[in-house]
């Protein structure tokens, strides 16, 4: 059974950072592509950023320079650095581990940018 547990969310002014995890656990996690989503109130859940298991990222224009996805495969443990954050990025924060065959969603983190 593969889990997928985000962490990191809260409250931040704009200009701040935040950094979010994503712990997998159930399966060898070196296989798995990694990305983020977010869903902010009102609006459809959106890609953010993807990282494969092959080391390439790509972001969604909007976060492009200021976020940054990364991953540490000896914790099981996927990151999504966020800098620079605007009141538009607030959302819930959605984690997913894709294989070829199917993908494993995370419950989601609040991350809410206001002053």
């Known amino acids: 059974q593969v889990q997928v547990v985000e962490s990191g969310g809260g409250l931040v002014q704009p200009g701040g950072s935040l950094r979010l995890s994503c712990a997998v656990s159930?399966?060898?996690?070196?296989?798995?592509?990694m990305g983020w989503h977010r869903q902010a109130p009102g609006k459809q859940r959106e890609w953010v950023a993807v990282l494969t298991s092959g080391g390439t990222t790509n972001y969604q224009n909007s976060v492009k320079g200021r976020f940054t996805i990364s991953r540490d495969n000896a914790k099981n443990t996927a990151y999504l650095q966020m800098n620079r954050l605007k009141v538009e990025d607030t959302a819930v924060y959605y984690c997913?581990?894709?294989?070829?065959?199917?993908?494993?969603w995370g419950q989601g983190t609040q991350v809410t940018v206001s002053s």
């Open positions: 997913v581990a894709s294989l070829p065959s199917r993908a494993f």
């Open positions: 159930g399966s060898i996690f070196s296989n798995f592509a």
